[in-house]
């Protein structure tokens, strides 16, 4: 059994992980987790850390281990701090609103969309044009601002869209006269 070139996750406090066969589950102050493992990965428990270990030093048994141990140490970290995605909408008369729950987005179509939250993840629109998708999966997390991103893709020519912050649109040089 080796364990080259990965740390052990370290466990903050008011973390509790129950480890079984093919499965771990993790709770924490900001709610509950569980993930499955594959089967010839093993995660043990050392005192207030989690150690994964492989059976092989192949190729395949060296990359579910990376996948297994930050899958694991996201758990964590979600539990414990949570996860979020910002996203900035740029383009003339396009903004986005919460109603309830759901975010209510105007991006240049005839109607408006409405783009609901799947369960786990919430909205915070702290101007009309930033949108924050927040959760403790950073899957669903990812996956919800991919989602709401996919309505109005941030296009080359002028860069009206929604888009991460931060993210770099390459863009094109239109017709010329």
């Known amino acids: 059994m080796s364990r080259i070139g990965r740390k052990p996750i370290e466990l903050p406090s008011g973390v509790m992980v129950a480890i079984s066969p ?3 589950q993790v709770n924490g102050p900001l709610g509950e987790l569980s993930q499955v493992v594959p089967a ?3 995660v043990e428990k050392s005192g207030e850390e989690i150690v994964v270990t492989r059976p092989t030093e192949r190729g395949q048994d060296r990359a ?12 964590v970290e979600g539990v414990t701090k949570g996860f979020e995605k910002q996203l900035e909408i740029q383009g003339v008369g396009y903004r986005a609103q919460l109603k309830g729950t759901d975010i209510e987005l105007a991006v ?18 702290p101007t009309p044009t930033q949108i924050v998708v927040k959760g403790i999966d950073k899957q669903m997390v990812g996956q919800t601002a991919a989602e ?6 941030p296009e080359p020519y002028k860069g009206k869209g929604i888009r991460y912050v931060n993210e770099q649109v390459r863009r094109k040089v239109g017709k010329r006269a």
């Not at 579910?64 to 758990?75: E, K, S």
């Not at 240049?108 to 629109?125: E, L, M």
Request: charged content about 20%.
């Open 40 to 42: 010839r990965m093993q």
């Open 108 to 125: 240049g179509y005839s109607h408006p969309v409405v783009v609901k939250p799947r369960q786990g993840i919430t909205f915070d629109v």
């Open 148 to 153: 709401i991103r996919r309505v109005r893709p």
């Open 22 to 24: 093919g499965r771990v």
């Open 64 to 75: 579910l281990h990376g996948l297994t141990r930050t899958l694991i140490a996201n758990m």
